[in-house]
């Protein structure tokens, strides 16, 4: 039976990418309201009505991850809004971790979603709930948002809270079983700053239990493989800032930044910039550049020179930086009402990520670890 050693960021990052996958046919439509200048924001509304098909891939560090993804909203006497997702993703492959501790694998992972919003004048509640299985990992999460317009709708509150349970297991240990509880709290400010100026400042606390390493994983001391060993518990803090400004009823630019520190040792930071502009028929094509760059938690080592109290050797919790760039196109296939359809969209996109690992060594070199990955999306969007 083949072990899965993945590391739970990199577990945390695909789910990311999925998540996002499934919603990034309209990432960038609230962004573009600004590309026309208003005295107000947009007062607080459902979501339009529409169906999102896509299909991503994934492949980079020797992991090949891909799948479709299905999402359908439907609005109810203009004050509810209903939404049902479900995705699936294929992990194949041999990373750096595989390579060091286990033999290549083949799995699958597959995540089923409802949600719901309700709109009552300038307050929207929304909630949603998620379980994700997989033959070695379950997770099921559950999250709660309110949003609030002040000010003749030029200031927006929001308030977010999510709480997820996990199971761990082995698939090659049966007797093996153990849980992880996550917790976390949001509030964010969205201002109006001038006519054509929008900014956001946010706030996030993250509070988790349990079992929170991977049951596959070793560290080394003094060259020998040792089971790793993780604190119980971890808070981490999040402050996050984002400016859009439009230039013309055409073009707008972003700029954002994040800081990240947690009760692990880990400090990070990323900061991004980017642009969208409508182009040759209304095209609307995007593009950005994000730079990330963390510090290691204070348990982490490549190679521990004595025993201690807790040991790590996920890449993801060491020293490293990288670099990502993207671009995005949206093409409109039909733009008047056809039928039930109000109009379509179809697009792809395209992300290079750059990692560059300062203090875990790839074993078969000796060399500091480093990699590149490419994500590739193609979606299609029926609005009715």
């Known amino acids: 039976m083949m072990n899965t050693p993945r590391t739970a960021a990199f577990r945390n990052r695909c789910q990311r990418l ?3 996958a499934i919603s990034r046919a309209s990432v960038w439509a609230p962004m573009l309201l600004v ?28 992991q090949t991850v ?15 809004s209903l939404s049902a997702g479900y995705y699936v993703d294929e992990i194949s492959g041999a990373s750096i971790d595989v390579v060091t501790n286990a033999s290549p694998y083949h799995e699958e992972r597959r995540e089923a979603g409802v949600g719901g919003q309700y709109l009552y004048r300038d307050t929207l509640l929304g909630f949603n709930y998620t379980n994700s299985i997989e033959n070695d990992f379950k997770a099921s999460t559950f999250d709660f948002s309110i949003s609030q317009d002040f000010f003749n709708n030029t200031t927006t509150l929001s308030l977010g809270y999510s709480k997820g349970n996990d199971k761990i297991t082995r ?7 153990a849980t992880a509880n996550r917790a976390n709290y949001s509030v964010s400010v969205t201002q109006v700053i001038n006519p054509t100026l929008l900014g956001t400042l946010s ?13 596959y994983r070793s560290a080394r001391v003094l060259g020998a493989a040792l089971p790793e060993i993780y604190p119980g518990t971890r808070t981490g803090q999040a402050f996050a800032t984002k400016l859009v400004k439009s230039w013309s009823s055409r073009f707008s ?9 947690d009760t692990w040792g880990i400090k990070a930071f990323n900061v991004g910039i980017g642009a969208s502009w409508y182009v040759y028929r209304n095209w609307i094509l995007d593009g950005g ?4 760059s963390q510090k290691a938690a204070t348990f982490y080592s490549d190679n521990f020179q004595r025993p201690q109290n807790f040991l790590a050797r996920d890449k993801e919790l060491a020293t490293y930086q990288d670099h990502t760039v993207n671009a995005k196109l949206t093409v409109p296939l039909i733009t008047q009402k056809h039928g039930f359809l109000n109009h379509v969209d179809a697009g792809v996109s395209f992300e290079y ?8 060594t790839d074993l078969r070199n000796g060399k500091p670890y480093s990699f590149g990955a490419a994500i590739g999306q193609f979606f299609l969007t029926a609005y009715y």
């Not at 698939?171 to 079983?177: G, T």
């Not at 550049?289 to 990330?292: A, G, P, V």
């Not at 990520?353 to 203090?359: A, M, P, T």
């Open 253 to 261: 630019t972003r700029i954002e930044g994040r800081y990240y520190r």
């Open 35 to 62: 590309l026309v200048p208003s005295q107000r924001a947009a007062a607080a509304a459902l979501p339009e009505e529409r169906g999102d098909t896509l299909f991503h891939i994934y492949d980079g560090g020797g």
């Open 203 to 215: 706030y996030e606390l993250s509070a988790d239990d349990g079992y929170l390493q991977n049951p």
């Open 171 to 177: 698939v090659d240990s049966p007797e093996f079983s």
């Open 66 to 80: 891909l799948g479709p993804a299905v999402l359908v909203r439907k609005n109810f006497a203009e004050k509810f």
């Open 18 to 20: 999925l998540e996002t």
């Open 289 to 292: 550049y994000r730079f990330y």
């Open 353 to 360: 990520l750059l990692l560059d690992y300062k203090n875990f």
